[in-house]
């Protein structure tokens, strides 16, 4: 599939479900965001960058700490509900821009900060991403960068970014903490922390976020409760009372990364 035809994908799925991911209690108010703005240290003369800032929730968090947020995403509806969220909460001081996380309109060295979370799964390339956040970012400014992570096993590699791609035809891939330290690395940031975490997903929440048709979830639903038996033990998949599959827990990591000065 041609990454233009990935990226029109991108842009119908959160059109269609922009509302969803911002009002979504794990993108509001998950422990990492809270990890994330802890560990930026943000001050009120930095000038920062959220890519692919989905609902806003990153934005929304560091709004008040910094001298300005730029909210920047693919997709246009997704980017005004963010706006109408960020705003209702009284921050005046972010803009937002439309654009490609690949391609990025702004000069070297414009942010103190770049942050990303919980959107690297869409992107068709990770290493020209990688290499336009340093490119942005000044010297000794950092990367905060959250994402779902695919298993080091292939195999469960595979399973995990299969139901996931099943669950949502904009899902590229996530992938593995070893693929993420390489690429950052060799485009030339520093690693100062990984920090590994459980991402539980409530499987009727998960799919109805997606807006997955009730004959796809159900086909998704079987797989997840027909894995052999290690699979499910690695992914912990529960059902309920009645057999119906309640949850299953993938991996999530946050990354911190500065560009050297």
Not at 41 to 55: C, E, Q, R, S, Y
Not at 177 to 189: A, M, N, R
Not at 214 to 235: I, N, P, Q, T
Request: glycine share 6%; aromatic share 8%; hydrophobic share 40%.
């Amino acid at each position: 599939m041609s990454e233009d035809l990935v990226k029109k994908q991108v842009r119908q799925q959160f059109a269609r479900n922009a509302e969803k991911y911002v009002t979504s209690a794990r993108h509001a108010n998950g422990e990492d965001l809270a990890m994330l703005v802890s560990c930026s240290k943000a001050d009120a003369l930095m000038n920062v960058l959220d890519i692919a800032t989905g609902g806003g929730h990153v934005a929304n968090a560091l709004a008040p700490r910094v001298r300005h947020v730029t909210a920047y995403d693919l997709t246009r509806e997704m980017l005004e509900a963010a706006e109408r969220f960020i705003r209702g909460n009284g921050h005046t001081n972010v803009s937002y821009v439309t654009g490609d996380a690949e391609q990025l309109p702004f000069e070297d060295a414009s942010f103190d900060l770049v942050t990303c979370r919980i959107a690297a799964h869409h992107f068709t390339d990770i290493p020209a991403f990688a290499a336009e956040a340093l490119r942005v970012v000044k010297p000794g400014g950092k990367l905060l960068l959250i994402d779902n992570v695919a298993p080091e096993q292939n195999r469960y590699d595979a399973f995990y970014n299969d139901i996931e791609k099943r669950r949502d035809v904009s899902h590229v891939r996530a992938w593995k903490k070893s693929e993420w330290i390489h690429v950052l690395e060799k485009t030339g940031f520093r690693l100062e922390t990984l920090s590994c975490f459980p991402k539980p997903f409530r499987f009727q929440d998960w799919c109805e976020r997606a807006g997955l048709p009730e004959a796809d979830r159900d086909a998704l639903e079987r797989s997840l409760l027909e894995a052999e038996e290690d699979v499910r033990g690695f992914f912990s998949v529960e059902a309920d009372e009645t057999g119906r599959l309640s949850s299953f827990t993938g991996e999530a990591v946050y990354i911190q990364a500065v560009r050297p000065e």
